[in-house]
């Protein structure tokens, strides 16, 4: 009896999800046991899903907790823990996956619809950067390092191996806030200015570092930062820049002939 019972709430509510895709009428409760119904069978997953938010504190802290601290919970099977210990990083990938067709980054928003997936569902500080030849073609999307909570340290020596590994001229670094900020802190101010010098100094160039935190993004190129860092500081250079970041397209190396400068 008490099996027909659960059957019966189950098709009850994969019923309601079919008619409601969005699951906009769900609660963050009935959203889990709707998701644990399909992974832990022959069991009533209720009692799991309200026990899982109380001891993680909401929906999204359950996808963040281990694989260990999930099966701590009573009534979690271990298969459970670890698919949903892997929910994340898989729809991460996933994410990744939709633009990884993607050939050029020529503009501020390919760059960020290229990396923004990279930093979904993280609790901690992490390091990506795009490699990309005179052409702004993609050559490499490269992990540079992970860190703490409110921290990471750049791994020039590993940028600057992509660099001649893949001959590019252009550098497209990334990190994460994972508290909310993307306001540069100084040591990101710091830590850019060293990493454009280094580039510079094996014929390549840092094109942007942009912050994310949610939705969220801040560009060092659109907000004018990067030129502090530049050699050229002509005006017609600066002119150049402000065009471009209007735009949204990245500067080309090239620099004008003479010629073209005069027409300008």
């Given at each position: 009896m008490e099996k027909q019972l659960h059957e019966g709430h189950r098709a009850r509510l994969r019923q309601s999800a079919k008619q409601d895709e969005e699951l906009t009428s769900f609660s963050e409760f009935q959203?889990?046991?709707?998701?644990?119904?399909?992974?832990?069978?022959?069991?009533?997953?209720?009692?799991?899903?309200?026990?899982?938010?109380?001891?993680?504190?909401?929906?999204?802290?359950?996808?963040?907790?281990?694989?260990?601290?999930l099966y701590s919970i009573n009534g979690m099977t271990q298969n459970a823990a670890c698919f949903i210990a892997d929910f994340l990083p898989i729809s991460r990938k996933i994410q990744c996956s939709c633009?990884?067709?993607?050939?050029?980054?020529?503009?501020?928003?390919?760059?960020?619809?290229?990396?923004?997936?990279?930093?979904?569902?993280?609790?901690?500080?992490?390091?990506?950067?795009?490699?990309?030849?005179?052409?702004?073609?993609?050559?490499?999307?490269?992990?540079?390092?992970?860190?703490?909570?409110?921290?990471?340290?750049?791994?020039?020596?590993?940028?600057?191996?992509l660099v001649t590994r893949t001959k590019a001229k252009k550098i497209i670094l990334a990190h994460n806030h994972p508290a909310g900020n993307i306001k540069p802190s100084d040591s990101d101010l710091q830590s850019t200015r060293m990493l454009n010098v280094l580039l510079a100094g094996v014929n390549a160039r840092l094109s942007d570092h942009i912050i994310f935190s949610g939705d969220e993004y801040f560009s060092f190129y659109e907000s004018d930062l990067l030129a502090c860092f530049s050699d050229d500081n002509s005006h017609y250079a600066n002119e150049q820049r402000r065009k471009k970041r209007s735009e949204g397209i990245y500067m080309e190396d090239e620099k004008p002939s003479e010629e073209t400068l005069g027409e300008e």
């Open positions: 959203v889990l046991e709707y998701f644990l119904s399909f992974i832990i069978p022959r069991k009533d997953t209720n009692p799991i899903a309200h026990a899982l938010i109380e001891a993680f504190g909401s929906l999204y802290g359950v996808f963040q907790a281990t694989e260990e601290e633009f990884a067709s993607q050939k050029y980054v020529s503009r501020l928003s390919d760059a960020v619809n290229v990396l923004r997936p990279y930093f979904y569902g993280r609790n901690s500080e992490f390091i990506y950067c795009l490699a990309l030849d005179l052409n702004d073609r993609l050559l490499q999307i490269c992990k540079i390092s992970d860190g703490e909570a409110d921290s990471v340290v750049i791994n020039n020596n590993k940028i600057l191996a």
